[in-house]
């Protein structure tokens, strides 16, 4: 099966984030995810924000690269949202990735001051409405990538995922957890 590295949100480490890793580990994949919030959790994205702010997201995006030092290359590098930056830096620029998952946000290639590597294979999920989902970003790498999926969801609701989000919905995580099992089983 898949390794997976899986970077969390802005509201931390949360139970809806662990819930979506061990739905991964009860396909039979292994996840991990690394806490760049040192425990931290939180339930509004306000508070998690200024706390990302307080220590730096700078020091939080290293934490995240610091993650992947001691794991295997040939991985899947995930991110829900302010994980996304580490996840996607990583899928972009370390050697023998497997492949990319990005939830709720993108950013543009040129951050990395690398073009996607070719064969990588990126799938993005993110709702229409999502006013910090980049939606416009995720539908620019959809177009530039040749083996990127993306998936665009009905509703505004940020950390979608998260089902214990106040953003959570139920039939759209549904979708989203399905469609990363597929993506996850196509590389194994």
């Known amino acids: 099966m898949t390794e997976i590295l899986l970077f969390h949100h802005a509201l931390g480490l949360t139970p809806g984030v662990l819930e979506f890793a061990e739905q991964l580990r009860g396909a039979g994949h292994t996840v991990h995810t690394p806490d760049v919030y040192d425990g931290n959790v939180f339930s509004d994205l306000e508070a998690g924000l ?16 610091a993650a992947a030092d001691d ?44 073009p996607w590597p070719a064969g990588v294979p990126l799938q993005m999920h993110v709702m229409e409405g ?18 990127a999926e993306l998936y665009l969801y009905p509703g505004s609701g940020h950390l979608f995922a998260d089902s214990g989000s106040v953003d959570y919905e139920p039939e759209s995580a549904r979708l989203l957890t399905d469609r990363t099992l597929a993506f996850l089983s196509r590389l194994s």
């Open 130 to 147: 999502d006013e910090l989902g980049d939606v416009d970003v995720c539908q620019a790498l959809a177009e530039e990538i040749d083996s």
């Open 71 to 114: 794991l295997p290359h040939e991985i899947v590098y995930a991110g829900f949202s302010l994980g996304v930056m580490p996840a996607q830096e990583l899928a972009q620029t370390r050697s023998g990735a497997a492949g990319a998952l990005l939830f709720h946000a993108g950013a543009p290639t040129s951050e990395f001051e690398r």
């Open 50 to 65: 200024a706390f990302a702010r307080k220590t730096g997201f700078g020091e939080l995006h290293a934490r995240g690269l």
